[in-house]
């Protein structure tokens, strides 16, 4: 049996305290007290667990608590006046959004404030029911036997029903003293378990096994030395008939506050670790504890109330990258002249696994032909005479002679580039092993009649061989420049 005490936190005053015990079939604790004045609210718990899942007792309970509407009253303020109403509601938590008249009212539908903290802490072992070892761990917190059934304790195990290392039967009792509710089914009485005769037993079952340590207890005084002990459960006696030499309980001195004149205040017990920030590696914790009584003096209190330390989590492993394919280069950002070109690739692995610190982009540069200068020229000269004094002839400038150069020049390149496209049809491109390529196409029309333009031709895979890499083997695009006389 465990003695446990709990004290609700609010303003002005030591908070009211109580205490009250609980045995491994009375473990669950509820309470429910009314806000007053109020229309029909309370604040409470329901069903809160005091056994650990490693069959100990819980040393601390911290809950803040909010209020709740019993359904039973339509008052919406604590001055409203007395209005139950007819039809009952479900109780249930009062919101920031119920009624603008509210105390806890708030357009933006934020969280309640709690009115008030309740901590219940572990504070002395009562009784002779703790001490006795159970036959089974499970025996405490996995009991599924009914409230309404009340049942006698198990007898001791009986002698193996086999003498030699031949597989046996042991057997315990216990009786049912009462079925309060005839419409639940009360479990067995009869528990069996496997055994062998003695001098059988393995290695492993000959020992004595035990579990892990429960948490330590609450000290025994709040202010000065005191004394905290904790304890663990025989899992497995040996079946050899020999006692378990091995300690289940243990005690140490503690000291909560180590000062108690008037002047210092008390507080209560750190409590337990927060799990380690990191999941590797180095990483940081911190725990809590509560000023349980200020200082009568009207002082302030010194006293630590929050403490941090470095935790150290087991080593992180660093997780290679899964990386799609690189995406073919992006055109050139300029259509003349120098510029740059981009391709991507994405993470495939997921981000849990670690950071990836590989290039998911990468940029080049790229060339195209030079572009197009804008020609100055000079004004026209005066005409010359006429070749001829009668009839029809001609004359001529500097600026003519130039003129028809400049079209002997674009005539002559044109001819040049539909030798170069001939010539292309025939072509077929080696520098893609593996590949086999289409010929160039023909150099698309230019985009502008003068002042530089651009032209295009493609080649495009034809055939690629089993053995030829994806990424080397691919359709290629040329860009030139065309007309770059001035207009």
Not at 163 to 179: I, W
Not at 221 to 249: A, N
Not at 335 to 352: D, F, I, M, N, W
Request: with cysteine; glycine share 6%; hydrophobic share 25%.
């Amino acid at each position: 049996m465990e003695q446990l005490s709990t004290f609700n936190e609010h303003e002005g005053g030591p908070p009211p305290q109580q205490s009250f015990s609980v045995d491994r079939s009375r473990h669950l604790m509820s309470f429910l007290t009314m806000l007053g004045p109020s229309p029909d609210w309370n604040v409470g718990l329901s069903a809160e667990d005091l056994c650990t899942k490693e069959c100990g007792w819980v040393q601390r309970v911290v809950q803040d608590m909010i209020p709740w509407d019993a359904g039973t009253d339509s008052g919406v303020s604590y001055e409203s006046p007395n209005k139950p109403i007819d039809s009952k509601d479900k109780i249930r938590p009062l919101t920031s959004l119920d009624h603008p008249q509210s105390p806890f009212y708030d357009p933006e539908g934020g969280a309640i404030t709690p009115v008030a903290r309740v901590i219940v802490d572990r504070i002395a072992r009562k009784g002779e029911q703790c001490n006795v070892v159970p036959d089974n761990v499970d025996d405490i917190c996995n009991d599924d036997t009914p409230e309404t059934c009340i049942y006698s304790n198990w007898s001791p195990w009986s002698a193996c029903s086999s003498a030699t290392c031949e597989k046996g039967k042991r057997m315990r009792q216990r009786m049912l003293k009462a079925q309060l509710d005839l419409s639940v089914p009360c479990p067995h009485t009869q528990d069996f378990e496997p055994c062998m005769g003695p001098g059988c037993s393995d290695e492993e079952s000959a020992t004595c096994l035990l579990s892990e340590w429960v948490t330590w207890s609450p000290c025994s005084l709040s202010c000065g030395m005191g004394t905290r002990s904790r304890e663990r459960f025989v899992k497995q006696v040996p079946e050899d008939g020999s006692g378990c030499s091995l300690p289940t309980e243990e005690a140490e001195n503690c000291v909560v506050n180590e000062e108690c004149s008037p002047s210092s205040c008390l507080v209560t017990e750190w409590g337990e670790w927060d799990i380690c920030s990191a999941t590797c590696g180095l990483g940081m914790r911190r725990r809590e504890r509560m000023v349980k009584t200020p200082p009568a003096d009207g002082s302030i209190c010194g006293a630590e109330v929050l403490e941090v330390e470095k935790c150290m989590m087991p080593e992180c492993h660093t997780i290679p990258c899964m990386l799609t394919p690189w995406s073919d280069w992006s055109d050139c950002s300029v259509t003349c002249g120098k510029g740059a070109r981009t391709r991507q690739r994405t993470l495939k692995s997921p981000v849990e696994l670690g950071e990836c610190t590989e290039d998911l982009e990468q940029v080049e540069k790229c060339m195209l032909p030079e572009c197009p200068i804008d020609c100055v020229m000079s004004e026209w000269t005066e005409w010359s005479e006429c070749n001829k004094s009668c009839g029809r002839s001609a004359r001529s400038g500097s600026a003519l002679e130039d003129r028809l150069t400049v079209t002997r020049r674009k005539r002559r390149k044109e001819q040049r580039e539909k030798r170069r496209s001939k010539q292309g049809k025939a072509e077929v491109s080696t520098e893609h092993p593996g590949c086999k390529m289409r010929p160039w196409s023909t150099w698309t029309d230019c985009t502008k009649m003068c002042g530089g333009g651009i032209q295009e031709r493609l080649m495009t895979v034809k055939q690629r061989f089993k053995t030829a890499q994806l990424s080397s083997c691919k359709d290629r695009k040329e860009i030139r420049a065309c007309n770059v006389h001035p207009c």
